[in-house]
């Protein structure tokens, strides 16, 4: 996975926050009812990009979604709770599954 050097911060709404982080894959349950597709790009509060949607799985009406990091080093700057962002209403970073 390459490095995101991305800054965001027009419109970020709260995604959700990271329930646990398993290796180098950080497992996010989602605090609203938006539905990110695989490679939509994730947010710090600071708007400083953390990773991309690399999976979702769970139920239909509860998904989990989860970044892929390059090492174990790169998890630790998730801790569960962790709050993550997603920029609402630009198309380079959000992508919707419905929407194409």
Same mark, same amino acid.
């Given at each position: 996975?390459? /490095? +995101?050097?991305? &800054? %965001?911060?027009? !419109? @970020?709404?709260?995604?959700? /926050?990271?329930?646990?982080?398993?290796?180098? +894959?950080?497992?996010?349950?989602? =605090?609203?009812?938006?539905? @990110? !597709? @695989?490679?939509?790009? @994730?947010?710090?509060?600071?708007?400083?990009?953390?990773?991309?949607?690399? $999976?979702?799985?769970?139920?239909?009406?509860?998904?989990?979604?989860?970044?892929? %990091?390059?090492? *174990? !080093? =790169?998890?630790? *700057?998730?801790?569960?709770?962790?709050? +993550?962002? #997603?920029?609402?209403?630009? *198309? $380079? #970073?959000?992508?919707?599954?419905? &929407?194409?």
């Amino acid at each position: 996975m390459e /490095s +995101l050097n991305i &800054k %965001c911060t027009e !419109d @970020l709404r709260p995604f959700g /926050s990271v329930s646990h982080v398993v290796d180098c +894959l950080v497992v996010i349950r989602p =605090e609203c009812p938006v539905v @990110l !597709d @695989l490679g939509s790009i @994730l947010f710090n509060e600071s708007g400083d990009a953390v990773g991309e949607v690399f $999976d979702v799985f769970g139920p239909v009406l509860e998904p989990n979604f989860v970044i892929r %990091c390059n090492s *174990k !080093d =790169e998890t630790d *700057k998730f801790s569960p709770g962790f709050r +993550l962002f #997603y920029a609402q209403n630009n *198309k $380079d #970073y959000t992508r919707d599954p419905f &929407k194409g």
